[in-house]
């Protein structure tokens, strides 16, 4: 259930997020979720992309430092309250969620929340034995 997010760390100037986001369009590389941080001296935008592989490895080649880490992408139903019963199962359980995002699309009814936590696997388990549902990595590329 793991999901590739790319990393890349951008010196915060004008113009370096548009190039970033030029090449990706040059090499037909999708955007499907992002988070941008910053520092007054860089930022780190993280992305889901529809081919993570490809994309680590032209930035690279383009001399970005670039980072793939796994994350989940975690279905959470998209009324009042949702994002809390996670939340608070995950908590009640010692997870520890480094940081968050959504993603761009839905999937049916419900949101999809992107989760750094310390430990994918135990949270997946307890998801799943709450009635939580992660999102595949083939399903979320398509959506």
């Known amino acids: 259930m793991n999901i590739k997010q790319i990393s890349i ?13 030029k090449i990706l369009e040059e090499n037909n590389i999708n955007i499907r979720a992002l988070s941008l941080a910053d520092t007054s001296d860089f930022g780190i935008l993280r992305i889901i ?3 993570p592989e490809k994309c680590k490895n032209i930035l ?10 796994n994350v989940l992408a975690v279905e959470i139903e998209d009324k009042p309250g949702g994002l809390a019963r996670v939340l608070g199962i995950l908590s009640e359980n010692d997870i520890n969620i480094e940081y968050m995002y959504a993603f761009v699309e839905k999937k049916e ?13 135990k949270t997946v388990s307890i998801l799943s034995s709450n009635n939580i549902n992660t999102v595949p990595d083939d399903i ?4």
């Open 9 to 21: 760390f951008i010196e915060n100037k004008k113009g370096r997020l548009a190039e970033v986001t």
């Open 140 to 143: 979320l590329r398509n959506l």
């Open 109 to 121: 009814n419900n949101a999809i929340v992107i989760f750094k936590v310390d430990n994918n696997e």
């Open 60 to 69: 690279y080649d383009k001399g970005f430092i670039v980072k793939e880490s």
């Open 49 to 51: 992309v529809n081919e």
